[in-house]
């Protein structure tokens, strides 16, 4: 890459994803702020931290109420944070790392599905559709 470090294929294939991320943020981030202004009840799926992070301000910066769930999330937390949105007490948004979010929870009452980025693994994308 352009620092001329010499990487491996598994090391080339993150740092490639790790860029895709960097280059989609800011539009990912405009079309969910447009979502998020129209009232729709959405899942919002990422896979880096760094769009999950950008994501949730622009949705906090949009007035969105919202739920977090990634992998520092604890399980009893997730639990109650999918229990919170499933009730649509007021949250709008569940925002979903598809990794840590891509199988058991049942978030079936959102109206709409987004996945901001694609993960490299199709049956995680897959898994994390069927929530």
């Known amino acids: 890459l352009s620092n001329g470090k010499r990487l491996s294929p598994p090391q080339v294939v993150a740092e490639l994803a790790r860029l895709t991320c960097d280059a989609k943020l800011a539009l990912a981030a405009d079309y969910v702020e447009t979502l998020a202004r129209s009232e729709a009840r959405f899942l919002l799926f990422a896979h880096h931290r760094r769009m999950l992070d950008a994501l949730e301000e622009r949705l906090r910066r949009a007035g969105a109420s919202l739920v977090r769930i990634d992998g520092s999330t604890p399980p009893a937390a997730r639990v109650e944070?999918?229990?919170?949105?499933?009730?649509?007490?007021?949250?709008?948004?569940?925002?979903l790392s598809i990794t840590a979010c891509g199988q058991g929870l049942n978030l079936h009452s959102a109206s709409l599905v987004v996945f901001a980025e694609l993960h490299w693994v199709v049956g995680q994308m897959l898994q994390a559709g069927d929530r």
Do not use: I, N, P
Not at 81 to 95: D, H, S, T
């Open 81 to 95: 944070r999918v229990a919170e949105f499933q009730r649509g007490e007021g949250v709008q948004v569940a925002l």
